[in-house]
């Protein structure tokens, strides 16, 4: 083997490798991912893949094909320049997202992220509300969130603390460090808290300055931020794509394009671990079937009374629950009636081979 390790190759993934496959394949992370091909690595160099027949045919869903940051099984050919890709090796955290729009499905982001930067900007750009949509995603991935406050030169340093506490106040564990591109302030506080073997990710809001980040941990401009124009930008990376980019000191990043819509469906450790106060007070509640609405010996209602709990988390929870269940529920009606039709099309072609 090569220099998996380089790439972030643990025991966590050695100890799941199936011993069949590894005896006629090798493996290999996956850098980027295209329409219809990937850039996957074993080590030094970037090699253009495409996944096998068998594998497209045979995935059920979106989650078994593979994502930025995945292992996956590869056989190489004319000496390193194209590769075929037989199949997705055990994720250790995964990151994904309801599909925007009506449609019920999931997408994924990343695979294997082993920290997440949730970056929100100080000044207009800054949401609670926005934040825990992240935190519930990142939590369900099972990946450690660290929340970066970006642009802290343009509001004061009193109103930077503010907002710092006031994320501490929803997520107590997290780390939360406030930053700036402009003025350099904890770019290498940032940097140094990157680990060799280890992958991060940037997650937020388009314009927060994830990519001007990206190129001050890099100390170039390797890659077009917002303020570069459309002509100058030309030739130049844009966040479009997701790609696995190997810093110096051996730890791995992706930045993500801006995502408009957070949409969340079957949320429940990230719910859970996001919300776990509110968890926690409802089994407190008098009725076991309290429905938090009007109850004698309500604790929820009875915390928010009392300004334990802050009315608008609450609010965000049981809005983003409900969500989650009519996701998951439209998403299970639509994979039901995905499985009838196939069904149907088996049996169609038997009564017609017959
Ligand atoms: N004031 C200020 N502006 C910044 C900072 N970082 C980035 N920007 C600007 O914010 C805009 C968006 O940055 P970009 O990195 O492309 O954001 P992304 O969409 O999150 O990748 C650009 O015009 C940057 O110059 C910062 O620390 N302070
Ligand atoms: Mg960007
Ligand atoms: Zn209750």
Not at 63 to 81: H, I, R
Not at 213 to 240: D, M, W, Y
Not at 297 to 314: F, H, K, P, T
């Amino acid at each position: 083997m090569e220099n998996l390790e380089s790439l972030g190759y643990s025991p966590w993934f050695k100890n799941r490798i199936d011993a069949d496959k590894i005896a006629i394949h090798d493996v290999a992370r996956v850098i980027s991912v295209h329409k219809d091909s990937y850039v996957i690595a074993k080590g030094f160099g970037e090699v253009f893949a495409e996944l096998s027949g068998h594998l497209t045919y045979t995935a059920n869903s979106a989650s078994d094909l593979p994502t930025t940051g995945d292992w996956v099984y590869a056989d190489f050919y004319d000496d390193d320049t194209h590769a075929i890709i037989h199949g997705v090796i055990s994720r250790k955290t995964l990151l994904k997202r309801k599909t925007s729009g009506k449609l019920v499905d999931f997408q994924l982001i990343a695979a294997n992220i082993d920290v997440a930067f949730i970056v929100q900007s100080v000044d207009y750009n800054f949401n609670l509300r926005r934040l825990e949509r992240y935190l519930v995603m990142v939590h369900e991935g099972g990946i450690t969130p660290v929340v970066l406050l970006s642009k802290c030169d343009l509001v004061p340093e009193d109103e930077v603390n503010k907002i710092k506490k006031s994320v501490l106040s929803i997520t107590p564990q997290a780390t939360v460090t406030a930053f700036s591109n402009l003025s350099g302030e904890n770019i290498d506080a940032i940097k140094n808290s990157l680990l060799l073997g280890q992958t991060y990710c940037l997650l937020g809001s388009s314009g927060v300055g994830k990519t001007t980040l990206l190129n001050s941990i890099l100390g170039s401009n390797q890659f077009a931020t917002q303020s570069v124009s459309k002509k100058e930008s030309k030739g130049r990376h844009t966040t479009t794509s997701r790609e696995l980019i190997q810093l110096g000191n051996g730890a791995m990043l992706i930045d993500t394009p801006g995502m408009r819509e957070l949409g969340n469906m079957s949320m429940d450790a990230g719910m859970e671990e996001t919300f776990s106060e509110i968890l926690a007070l409802s089994q407190n509640c008098k009725f076991s079937n309290c429905s938090h609405t009007n109850e004698k010996g309500c604790s929820i209602l009875a915390a928010i009374n009392e300004g334990e709990l802050s009315e608008q988390r609450y609010k965000n929870y049981k809005k983003m629950k409900n969500e989650s269940e009519f996701n998951e529920m439209s998403y299970s009606e639509k994979r039901k009636k995905d499985k009838d039709f196939g069904k149907l099309i088996k049996s169609t072609l038997k009564s017609k081979n017959r």
